[in-house]
Protein backbone atom coordinates (compact mmCIF):
# COMPACT_ATOMS: atom_id res chain seq x y z
CA UNK A 1 0.00 0.00 0.00
CA UNK A 2 1.62 3.42 -0.98
CA UNK A 3 -0.44 5.20 1.56
CA UNK A 4 2.07 3.10 4.50
CA UNK A 5 5.41 3.61 2.82
CA UNK A 6 8.10 5.79 4.72
CA UNK A 7 9.27 9.24 2.81
CA UNK A 8 12.54 8.52 2.27
CA UNK A 9 13.30 11.90 0.94
CA UNK A 10 12.83 13.04 3.73
CA UNK A 11 16.91 12.83 4.75
CA UNK A 12 16.92 16.04 2.68
CA UNK A 13 14.35 17.81 4.14
CA UNK A 14 15.97 21.32 5.00
CA UNK A 15 13.89 21.32 8.11
CA UNK A 16 14.79 17.76 9.58
CA UNK A 17 17.83 19.57 11.46
CA UNK A 18 14.94 21.47 12.91
CA UNK A 19 12.68 18.48 13.95
CA UNK A 20 13.14 17.10 17.46
CA UNK A 21 10.06 15.86 19.36
CA UNK A 22 9.04 14.04 16.61
CA UNK A 23 6.73 11.71 18.26
CA UNK A 24 5.33 14.73 20.50
CA UNK A 25 4.63 16.34 16.99
CA UNK A 26 3.02 13.14 15.87
CA UNK A 27 0.78 12.87 18.64
CA UNK A 28 -0.51 16.35 18.27
CA UNK A 29 -0.93 16.08 14.66
CA UNK A 30 -2.62 13.01 14.59
CA UNK A 31 -5.15 14.58 17.60
CA UNK A 32 -6.15 17.14 15.32
CA UNK A 33 -6.65 15.37 11.84
CA UNK A 34 -8.07 12.38 13.31
CA UNK A 35 -12.05 12.15 13.22
CA UNK A 36 -13.36 14.92 10.55
CA UNK A 37 -10.18 17.03 10.73
CA UNK A 38 -9.10 15.31 7.33
CA UNK A 39 -12.55 15.45 6.08
CA UNK A 40 -12.64 19.55 6.87
CA UNK A 41 -9.90 19.70 4.63
CA UNK A 42 -10.45 17.77 1.76
CA UNK A 43 -13.82 19.56 1.59
CA UNK A 44 -11.11 22.98 1.33
CA UNK A 45 -10.13 21.75 -2.10
CA UNK A 46 -11.48 23.08 -4.82
CA UNK A 47 -13.62 21.04 -7.26
CA UNK A 48 -11.34 22.21 -10.25
CA UNK A 49 -7.89 21.83 -8.82
CA UNK A 50 -9.51 18.09 -8.27
CA UNK A 51 -10.06 17.68 -11.39
CA UNK A 52 -7.57 19.71 -13.20
CA UNK A 53 -5.06 16.44 -13.81
CA UNK A 54 -7.80 15.05 -16.91
CA UNK A 55 -7.83 11.29 -15.07
CA UNK A 56 -11.65 12.41 -13.64
CA UNK A 57 -13.91 14.87 -13.77
CA UNK A 58 -16.02 13.86 -11.01
CA UNK A 59 -14.42 15.79 -8.14
CA UNK A 60 -16.09 13.92 -5.45
CA UNK A 61 -14.56 11.04 -6.50
CA UNK A 62 -11.30 12.03 -6.55
CA UNK A 63 -11.96 13.66 -3.00
CA UNK A 64 -12.68 10.65 -1.95
CA UNK A 65 -9.47 9.09 -3.05
CA UNK A 66 -7.12 11.97 -1.91
CA UNK A 67 -9.39 11.85 1.79
CA UNK A 68 -8.54 7.60 1.97
CA UNK A 69 -4.80 8.13 0.82
CA UNK A 70 -4.92 10.96 3.61
CA UNK A 71 -6.22 8.78 6.31
CA UNK A 72 -4.20 5.47 5.17
CA UNK A 73 -1.28 8.01 5.66
CA UNK A 74 -2.05 9.32 9.08
CA UNK A 75 -2.79 5.53 10.31
CA UNK A 76 1.12 5.01 9.20
CA UNK A 77 2.74 8.03 10.67
CA UNK A 78 4.85 5.80 12.77
CA UNK A 79 6.36 4.82 9.74
CA UNK A 80 7.01 8.48 8.75
CA UNK A 81 8.51 9.43 12.30
CA UNK A 82 11.10 6.09 12.37
CA UNK A 83 12.19 7.06 9.04
CA UNK A 84 12.80 10.73 9.97
CA UNK A 85 14.61 9.72 13.38
CA UNK A 86 16.54 7.33 11.61
CA UNK A 87 17.34 9.95 8.92
CA UNK A 88 18.48 12.15 11.51
CA UNK A 89 20.71 10.02 13.34
CA UNK A 90 22.54 8.57 10.20
CA UNK A 91 22.53 12.12 8.28
CA UNK A 92 23.20 15.07 10.88
Known sequence: MQAANPFV?????VLLK???DLENADQKARTMLEGQGI????ELIPA???TAGGDSDDAEA???VHRIFLEQRLESS???VKEAQRARNTYL
Open 39 to 42: EAIV
Open 18 to 20: EAQ
Open 78 to 80: SVF
Open 62 to 64: VRA
Open 9 to 13: QIKDH
Open 48 to 50: DWL
